[in-house]
């Protein structure tokens, strides 16, 4: 019998409870009105600071939606939310906009206004836990209405600033011994506040007990050793699953510091209801499941100062910024990001140079040699070796970059952090860069005053272009990575993306051997493809994207024989018509793909 909870609302009305209220149309007449400086100040901060708090407590009922929509088992009402709550600030404050220059034109210019209206926001949002995310947003504001120069602002001094963020007060902690009995992960699965029935409480929690009594093992911990188990005080919630993220501690030995395991306890709800399908306890698996190549979490605690700080706790080889992302603070994030990118140039004095690998017929990749990130600018021409016969042009790449940014990447795509007019200083490049960068994106790079202005910047996490990995990594690394590329082109297919230009270079591999897409000038709908299969006649134009699956391993770059068997093996379903096809009926008939967002080797049944 299938069994799940009752929505507090129609699927139908998602669109009235996720809608952001108009700008508050008495306070703006009162703006326009007034002719008194200091009383413009102050009515401008009022305005943004009403439209931030709609669009705020919006962007927090959506959690609890998803909670909902998951135990409700509705799979197309969590990928709706997902979009609804990523468009958000962005409609918001396009608003405003609107109002603003038609009734105050000089806002444009008018420094001294916006400085004074500055000092009244912040100290009306003094004291306030989202002070620094008010302020993020009245800066977004400005930008927009001014089109200003982007600054990573810093929203943790100042007036805006609030106390470094502690993971630990968010975290609720259960006193054990060794080793952890079931019947204490029962009592953390019951306490999740989840409102489905379980399937077999009691048998999970052994299963789990178990797997984590195997983790801890090769550890050392003694039979009746103190240990805490301390859980986040939140539900993360995305597309089919969920999980409860946090970590076990374990005493101290003689003059070894406190050891500290990470814990995941992904759960499903399936049709006879909730169950715990996989546990997780190393930091590099973790990766898999919060990795931004994926959608969002939709996390039910508010906190999320303290939720990033726990999960960089967690998985510190992910920097900070990207932590504040995979929670859906992207804006946050952005500052975090670039913040990061500043301090690494401060502190290894190396400038920004080509990227390793092959240099893009469409992207110019650049990065510093101990970076986290990879940043790239999209050229206004492609070079004269592009494949295809038209370039849909600068912005229609743009869109496709948002795009991803905004789709649930299926574990297999990096997300995109687009910066608009950016300025780097000149001597954060290599002279050879600088040069091709003034050169090749005529229009969307220029000088200015001893720095660098970009239109448009793309930051992505740096991985290793594939063919570079293939041509150094031990032979069963290698196959991995292939099996891998396998694994990342099914998952892009899952999301309805098919990149048509099935190159090799376009892929990269990570420090866990994971494979992802990270060029999109050339992704497609999948569901827009033409596929044909092997036999089809050749030679005979269409229009608009064909794809014959038979051929898709001649444009990979896997030119070892061992490896490309290795990929036909893993995958021969990939280069037959049929399995695109049923992919695409699928995704047309508004199904949701399962995507594994951790090693299936973790899960607790086969």
Partial sequence: MTTSTTLPFAPSDLEAATRIAEPDVDLLDALVRSDDPDDQARILARVVLSAFDNYYAVSRRIPSLAKAAFEARDWTLTVRLSKARIGLYTTCIDQLVPPLKAGMP????????????????????????????????????????????????????????????????????????????????????????????????????????????????????????????????????????????????????????????????ALLNEDDGLVVDAVLTDSDELQFAFSSTLANYHATNPHYHELARLLYELMPKRPLGTQYSCIGFHHLGKVAVMTEILAEHQRSKERLATAPGFKGTVAIAFTMPSSAYVLKIIRDHPTDDYKFDYFDGLDAVLRKYNLVHEIDRAGSMLDNIIYSNVKLDRTMFAPDLLDELLEAGIGTVTMERGALVFRHLIVQIKLTPLPLYLGTAKPDDARAAVVNLGDCIKNNAAADIFNKDLDGRNYGVSRIRKVYLFDYDAVEPLTDVKIRSADAPRGTFEDGVLFRPSDMLEGLRIDDPALRRAFRDAHPELMQAEYWQTMQQALRAGKVPRVMNYPAKRRLRA
């Fill in 106 to 265: 000089e806002l444009v210019k008018d420094e001294q206004l916006w400085a004074r209206a500055e000092a009244e926001l912040l100290a009306a949002i003094a004291g306030r836990y989202e002070a620094d995310f008010a302020f993020a947003f009245w800066h977004s504001l400005r930008r927009k209405l001014v089109d200003d120069e982007w600054r990573p602002v810093s929203y943790d001094s100042g007036p805006a600033a609030r106390p470094p963020a502690s993971s630990a007060a968010i975290l609720d902690a259960t006193v054990t011994t060794l080793p952890i009995r079931p019947a204490v992960i029962r009592e953390i699965l019951a306490g999740a506040g989840l409102e489905a029935p379980w399937r077999d409480l009691d048998g999970d929690a052994a299963l789990a007990a178990a797997a984590i009594e195997a983790a801890l093992e090769p550890l050392g911990p003694r039979d009746g050793e103190p240990t805490r188990i301390e859980i986040a005080q939140s539900g993360f919630f995305r597309n089919r699953g969920a999980c409860l993220i946090g970590r076990i501690k374990l005493r101290d030995r003689g003059d070894m510091p406190m050891r500290s395991i990470p814990l995941l306890i």
